[in-house]
């Protein structure tokens, strides 16, 4: 049995687990289900924030999850989640441990204006937002205008509740997809079942900024793919070169 064998054996034994530790993926209304919990999950593993966002912290279960997420899989990220004064007071007093989280700062004050006056005093990029307050056309659009300049080369945000068309969220997904061609996101829709089912339903999408290809490179693809397609145009291309330029 030789060694890259008994290496891609290992490999494909690799659970999920070995890779990264999930804190416990909670089911409470109001908040990300479990499903979109371990999705969030597995973006920050991908990206590895320092700086993220969550605009709507109500009882503070995915702020929490974050947090977590970043201490048990050591990672130096912070989270900043902004809501209402009276909602984060109600937080702090009814859970203690908001107190004392160390990556955990929460901003009190009436969106959009709260976000905009701390992205004002803070000049860091933002590697993951979690956009999920007021779920108007105009408060997702205002709060993903602002975040979008400032998202980080590599950076992700989850936008909760993006709806469909006729559906309660409609607004929500309107402004996603409006902000996403204003700022060049790329969008991926993160819809599965119906919400019946309160564990396993999804309704978020995910910006990233797109990729854009240059001229030059979209030329070398053509010329690839004709070589492919038409071999015969491609030889008489490539003695046709080799005529004149000798390569
Ligand atoms: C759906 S809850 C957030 C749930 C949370 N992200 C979670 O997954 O557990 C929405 C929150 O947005 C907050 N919110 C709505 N409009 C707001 C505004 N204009 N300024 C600040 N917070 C707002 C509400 O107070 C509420 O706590």
């Known amino acids: 049995m030789s ?3 008994l290496f891609g ?3 494909n034994r690799l659970e999920l687990s070995s890779l990264l530790k999930m804190p416990l993926l909670e ?4 908040s990300l289900t479990p499903l979109e919990k371990a999705q969030v999950g597995l973006i920050m593993a991908v ?7 969550e605009t709507g912290v109500w009882r503070g279960r995915t702020t929490r999850f974050m947090a977590e997420f970043l201490t048990l899989n050591h990672m130096d990220g912070h989270i900043y989640g902004f809501d209402l004064p009276e909602v984060l007071n109600e937080l702090k007093s009814g859970d203690s441990w908001f107190g004392i989280a160390e990556n955990v700062t929460l901003m009190q004050g009436t969106l959009p204006n709260s976000l905009v006056s701390w992205l004002e005093s803070h000049d860091q990029l933002i590697d993951f ?3 999920d307050a007021y779920h108007s056309y105009y408060a997702v659009r205002k709060e993903l205008s602002v975040i979008a300049p400032r998202l980080s080369q590599h950076g992700y945000i989850f936008c909760h509740d993006y709806g469909r068309l006729q559906s309660k969220y409609e607004g929500v997904m309107c402004a996603v997809n409006d902000v996403a061609r204003l700022f060049s996101l790329s969008v991926l829709p993160l819809w599965s079942k119906d919400d019946s089912d309160s564990e396993h339903f999804c309704q978020a999408a995910i910006l ?5 290809c240059t001229t030059p490179r979209k030329i ?3 010329r690839k793919y004709i070589a492919q397609e038409y071999p015969a145009l491609a ?3 490539g003695r046709f070169r080799h005529y004149v330029h000798g390569d």
């Open 220 to 222: 070398f693809h053509l």
């Open 27 to 30: 089911q409470q209304y109001g």
């Open 129 to 131: 937002a979690l956009v």
């Open 235 to 237: 030889s008489i291309w």
């Open 9 to 11: 054996l290992a490999l």
């Open 47 to 53: 990206c590895q924030p320092k700086v993220i966002v």
């Open 3 to 5: 060694e890259s064998w």
């Open 208 to 212: 990233h900024r797109e990729v854009r």
